[in-house]
């Protein structure tokens, strides 16, 4: 079966969509922009987390966690919260301590996603 996924960027200066091997949608809105500047992490840098393979990927009722390294080399976590099936919104992201990108890590070469 293919699958893909559409990564809906929506900013008041611009929308990009992007796509992928699931089918899911992410989307942004002004208070993951604030939320993600707070942190210092870029919008692209997000996306290039949840477009990452492999990355890891924990989901929990509502709630979906991804960590992954960005084209930088940066590993980062992103929180989403799943507003309806298979569609996404960025509610924050960090940058992983250097415990936290060793066991993603780890986990990923035991057969992440």
């Known amino acids: 079966m293919t699958r893909r996924a559409v990564f ?3 900013h ?17 809105d002004e208070d993951s922009y604030q939320r993600l500047e707070a942190a210092g992490i870029s919008w692209q840098s997000v996306l290039d987390v949840l477009h990452a ?11 979906l966690r991804i ?3 960005d084209r930088g080399g940066r590993w980062l976590g992103v929180a989403l919260i799943e ?7 960025v509610v924050g992201a960090r940058e992983l301590d250097a415990a936290e990108a060793e066991a993603v ?4 070469e035991e057969g992440g996603s």
């Open 8 to 10: 809906r960027v929506s």
């Open 12 to 28: 008041p200066a611009s929308t990009f969509v992007y796509g992928s091997g699931v089918e899911e949608t992410y989307r942004f």
């Open 53 to 63: 393979r492999p990355r890891w990927r924990q989901h929990i009722g509502a709630v």
């Open 67 to 69: 960590a992954a390294s």
């Open 83 to 89: 507003e309806a099936d298979d569609q996404y919104l």
């Open 105 to 108: 890590r780890r986990l990923l």
